[in-house]
């Protein structure tokens, strides 16, 4: 069921839980306010061009190139989305895509989609905007703007994105650091040539055949200083933060420490039984899995024994149906 | 691409787990997750519990126990990425290998905190796996509307679930045109360089792209012939019954139990 093969959407488990809630906190933030300027600005006719285009992102995904040896480029579709609708819609069209391949498809977690809306949704369409906003006043001319801004927007959401996301791992401890960020940024810095190009050829298609839907593009809706600013320092935040992190893991594990701190389960169950180890090392841990067991033998059993109940019971609880 | 596979993962079937609100369902499968992940590392009690919750809810919804594992197998890749926790934390040793000059030493220490954070990714797919399999998508918007996600966001959500199946047949339709355009000859590779590739892609995408805002706006047009006047409306779901708020209510209490016991066996009292 890998529909979208992008080595991004983070699965439950590999968060913490300190790390998810934040992030949910951050998405929620990020999503309120989008949800808030869309009311103000977009028409009743953007509700259906939103949701069909969240479901054109999706199938996009589908599409792929082959690059070299097995591997292949892909598209995400925040650039692309940006470039169409304007941030703000773009947000809420990213959310949905994210949602619903976590919710529906197991792709990234339920849990952790805070972040991964965080990364593939906010991130990826703010940095898409200040691409799009810095280019538009290098270049006078609409073509080379258009093209130009949707590679770079296209390349610098998946890296950014990426570089997110290998933080985000290395202060759940779930990745060390030192490998978790070198290789997300690298892989990705990859990957993002794909998307890139695709989202180039994407511009280029609809310029030369609808170039209304990508030249108006909503100029007014973009045109917004708060969108830039906060982007710069995103990209300033992550590309800076996380080589200087893989160097120096131990600023990133003190950070970790903090966050373990408030997680108090985790971390102190580590210090207070040092040696509680693997089953077959200790007597202890053999008596351990056994509770364990017995405990799992008794809940299935009692749920197998009102399963069973209910099959009895099922051709008068059909009778008696309200 | 995934064509054997449907890509609707409900599975029409009678049981209890489909007869529930998909309300409480969907706020149960969060706590639980929530719980799992919150449970300590190399708590070991806990686990087969957990698997055992999990291998019971697939019989009880009738999904059956082998196709619960054989979904959720594709969590498998993500370890990958927790691999390296063998070498990286220092603890007791376990083994150690010498690679292109470079020692690397494996830990216990280490060898726990993999173990565990892969099963919690792995239980936690299953649960997500059981919501999914028992809850049509109508009813896990029930769910988002009743955890206050706003409207708009919901509307959104539900448009794009409606034409999903329709887009991604688009893609498929257009993939099978540029490998039909494309045939290669055994020793003649065909196409152009990779540049050229991503170009005809981008193309594809864009082509896409273009049918989905035509659509949408074909869309519109039957929205406002309905009555559409701007407004997304939503029907007023029924009040839960105060059975169903016990049943949530105790599937909570059970998580809040699992996670007591696991802070027990973890020594943290």
């Keep these: ?322 | 691409m995934s064509n054997s596979q449907p890509l609707n993962p409900y599975i029409q079937l009678e049981s209890p787990a489909h007869r529930l609100d998909s309300r409480i369902k969907l706020s149960l499968v969060f706590v639980y997750i929530l719980t799992i992940n919150l449970i300590p590392h190399a708590v070991w009690v806990v686990f087969p519990i957990l698997f055992s919750v999990n291998l019971s809810l697939a019989v009880v919804s009738g999904i059956g126990i082998k196709k619960l594992l054989k979904r959720s197998l594709w969590v498998l890749p993500f370890v990958i990425a927790v691999f390296p926790l063998l070498f990286s934390i220092r603890g007791n040793t376990w083994f150690e290998i010498t690679l292109l000059g470079f020692s690397f030493t494996a830990s216990w220490e280490g060898l726990e905190r993999l173990l565990s954070i892969v099963l919690k990714a792995w239980f936690s797919i299953q649960a997500a796996i059981i919501l999914v399999s028992t809850t049509k998508f109508e009813g896990i918007l029930k769910g988002l509307r009743w955890m206050k996600i706003p409207k708009l966001l919901v509307a959104v959500i539900g448009l794009m679930w409606r034409y999903l199946f329709v887009l991604v047949a688009e893609a498929k339709r257009l993939l099978v045109a540029r490998s039909s355009r494309s045939s290669d000859l055994p020793d003649f590779h065909s196409g152009g360089s990779m540049i050229w590739r991503a170009q005809v892609t981008g193309y594809m995408a864009g082509n896409l792209l273009l049918r989905s805002i035509e659509r949408s706006d074909r869309v519109y047009m039957a929205m406002l012939s309905r009555g559409y006047d701007g407004e997304v409306r939503m029907d007023n779901d029924r009040v839960l019954s105060r059975k169903e708020i016990h049943i949530l209510l105790i599937g909570i209490l059970i998580c809040v139990c699992l996670f007591v016991l696991s802070l027990y066996f973890g020594g943290a009292f």
């Design chain 1, 1 to 322: 069921m890998l529909l979208s093969p992008l080595p991004m959407h983070i699965p439950d488990g590999f968060l913490s839980v300190v790390v998810s809630v934040f992030f949910w906190l951050i998405s929620i933030g990020g999503i309120g306010f989008a949800l808030r300027k869309v009311n103000q600005v977009i028409g009743e006719r953007e509700v259906p061009l939103m949701g069909v285009l969240a479901a054109a992102i999706f199938a996009g995904q589908m599409l792929n190139f082959t690059v070299t040896g097995g591997t292949s480029g892909h598209l995400m579709g925040a650039a692309l989305a940006t470039i169409i609708v304007g941030p703000w819609a773009a947000i809420l069209v990213m959310t949905s895509v994210v949602s619903i391949q976590a919710l529906v498809f197991q792709d990234g977690g339920l849990l952790v989609l805070g972040a991964n809306i965080f990364n593939m949704g906010i991130l990826g369409v703010v940095l898409s905007a200040m691409v799009m906003q810095f280019i538009r006043k290098i270049f006078q001319n609409r073509k080379k703007y258009l093209l130009g801004g949707s590679f770079i927007a296209g390349w610098l959401s998946i890296f950014i994105a990426s570089l997110a996301a290998g933080l985000e791992l290395a202060i759940s401890g779930t990745s060390p650091v030192q490998i978790a960020v070198p290789a997300m940024a690298g892989i990705h810095a990859l990957i993002g040539i794909g998307e890139g190009l695709i989202t180039l050829g994407a511009v280029l298609f609809l310029y030369i055949n609808r170039p209304d839907l990508v030249t108006h593009p909503n100029e007014a809706k973009n045109a917004n200083s708060g969108i830039v600013v906060a982007g710069v320092i995103l990209t300033v935040l992550l590309a800076v933060l996380s080589p200087l992190a893989s160097s120096h893991p131990d600023g990133l594990e003190w950070v970790a420490e903090t966050a373990a701190f408030l997680n108090f389960a985790k971390e102190s169950t580590y210090q207070i039984i040092p040696d509680y180890l693997l089953p077959g090392l200790h007597n202890e841990a053999v008596a351990t899995i056994f509770a364990g067991l017995i405990g799992a033998v008794i809940v299935f059993g009692v749920i197998f024994v009102m399963m069973n109940q209910r099959k009895k019971q099922l051709p008068q609880r059909e009778t008696d149906f309200e």
